[in-house]
């Protein structure tokens, strides 16, 4: 395996690993991933033209490592240790992403590792509870890794100074269609694939459903569940044009294909949420090409707004001076042909 960097503008460097049959960069900008492709198909939305401009101006957050957290927090408040912090109101009146200075906006220092087998980058920066409101500093450490089996994983270490919330994902949106038309064709897999469904302004409500009892086809199409007339889901899509919703899937594993790839993703957190880009007019820029559907996430996180439904027992809870470790994992496959399903 081969690894280049190159330096941009603006403190930005692009860390180019070149694995034959598949490519990916990664940028110290948001510890984020740029691109991934197999062959000439680029299987996650991304910087094309790698302009430097393009990682500043995203409210999409394409590839960025997000935290100190990633879902929302309703009202932008929570309370730990008997005390009540106020987060800035990035989603009014909500807080998301863990706000402007929140992983995505760092320029992380980073060195490389090229090893028997694969190439491990390990970035580290520090979240400052001054900039962002959380209680405490926390020592950020995220590993991307790539192998020979075409197989990405990020490895999250974090040390905080105080008890604090850490909840990290990355935002990667993938779409695994050569054309790059909308993932309504990509199909979903996992044991289980419970859907937890969002009040009118995107916050996690207790109620639950398991696609498996909606649909009889074990691999579950996108279009399938945007069309869904069952009652609840109908509603959820007419409200959000699309997901944005977290998951518990079975076995820590979600697979996610069309008729060319499988895309496997194996993680430690509890939930998966799934975003379909389902408003890209949402943002003004030249850079935006997309429509709606363009993309899906697949982020890998504690469940949104835990901590204000959990309270103490909230995973998101990182005690200070103890280490958190979370690892997830992306593993590209090609598919055997079996027909045009778009
Ligand atoms: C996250 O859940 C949110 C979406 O609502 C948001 O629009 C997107 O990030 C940019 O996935």
């Known amino acids: 395996m081969i690894v280049e960097v190159e330096h941009q503008r603006h403190g ?18 948001g510890a984020g991933i740029v691109s991934w ?55 009014q009146p909500h807080h ?14 980073y060195e490389i590792f090229n090893e028997i087998s694969q190439i491990r980058v390990v970035f580290t920066t520090t979240l400052q509870s001054q900039e962002d409101n959380f209680p405490g500093d926390i020592e950020v450490k995220i590993t991307h890794t790539y192998d020979a089996n075409h ?17 990290p994902t990355n935002h990667v949106y993938f779409n695994l269609n050569r054309d790059n038309n909308v993932v309504d064709n990509h199909r979903l897999y996992s044991e289980h694939l419970n859907m937890h469904l969002l009040d009118d302004q995107n916050i996690v409500t207790d109620e639950v459903l398991e696609l498996h009892d909606i649909f009889s086809d074990n691999k579950i199409k996108l279009s399938d569940i945007f069309t869904s007339d069952h009652p609840k889901l109908q509603q959820q899509m007419a409200q959000y044009g699309g997901l944005d919703h977290p998951f518990t ?21 509890p939930n998966i949420v799934m975003f379909t880009f389902n408003q890209p007019e949402a943002w003004q820029s030249d850079f935006n090409i997309y429509k709606a559907h363009s993309g899906f ?38 598919y055997a042909v079996t027909g045009n399903d778009n």
């Open 12 to 29: 930005v460097d692009l860390i180019k690993i070149d694995n034959d049959e598949t490519k990916i960069i990664f940028t110290n900008y």
């Open 151 to 167: 197989q990405w994983s990020i490895d999250y270490e974090a040390v905080a100074t105080e008890d604090t919330l850490f909840n």
């Open 96 to 109: 998301i992403h863990g706000g402007k200075q929140g992983l995505d906006s760092k320029l992380f220092d």
């Open 37 to 91: 492709k197999y062959h000439d198909n680029n299987i996650v939305l991304g910087n094309v033209v790698e302009a430097d401009e393009f990682y500043f101006d995203n409210p999409f957050k394409f590839g960025a490592s997000i935290g100190r957290y990633s879902g929302r927090i309703k009202d932008a408040t929570f309370k730990l240790n008997g005390q009540q912090y106020q987060l800035e109101q990035n989603d």
């Open 249 to 269: 899937v079975g076995n820590d594993k979600l697979f996610v294909e069309n008729h060319e790839f499988s895309l496997e993703v194996d993680t430690d957190m």
């Open 297 to 334: 996430t697949l982020e890998a996180q504690f469940m949104p707004n835990d901590i204000n439904i959990d309270g103490d027992k909230a995973l998101s809870i990182l005690k200070a001076g103890e280490p958190f470790h979370s690892k997830t994992s992306y593993r590209i496959h090609e």
